[in-house]
């Protein structure tokens, strides 16, 4: 059974960081699988912020996409041996205000940051940015 948690988020202030953590469990990594960060704000479309490449292929160890929106703002990383992701927010701005997801899935190599093309979703965590 595929398990995703989410933690971390929280109440910042505009210009603060948040750090938010996922640690998978029961996920089976083949060579296209992909852990991603997504947002969705009530009444708007949920929207991919992040991905990195945690497949089995050694050379595309790390690679990782992001929105426009969070570039230079945003980190994704993971640590493999605990089997965790990671979202380093900093700068953060009223407009980052969302819940995020942590998810993982097999998407297609120009589809990385669609919500569709992920297969298991955390329960979410709350970011919520004043100004």
């Known amino acids: 059974q595929v398990q995703l948690v989410e933690s971390g988020g929280g109440s910042v202030q505009a210009g603060g960081s948040l750090r938010l953590s996922c640690a998978a469990s029961?996920?089976?990594?083949?060579?296209?699988?992909?852990m991603g960060w997504f947002r969705q704000v009530p009444g708007k479309e949920r929207e991919g912020v992040a991905a990195i490449y945690s497949g089995t292929l050694y050379s595309a160890t790390d690679v990782t996409y992001y929105a426009d929106s969070v570039k230079g703002r945003f980190t994704v990383s993971q640590d493999n041996a605990k089997n965790m992701v990671y979202l380093q927010m900093n700068s953060l701005k009223p407009e980052d205000t969302a819940m995020y997801y942590c998810?993982?899935?097999?998407?297609?190599?120009?589809?990385?940051?669609?919500?569709?093309?992920?297969?298991?979703w955390g329960q979410g965590t709350q970011v919520t940015v004043s100004s």
């Open positions: 998810a993982a899935g097999r998407p297609d190599v120009y589809r990385r940051l669609y919500p569709g093309e992920y297969e298991y």
């Open positions: 029961g996920y089976t990594y083949t060579y296209n699988s992909m």
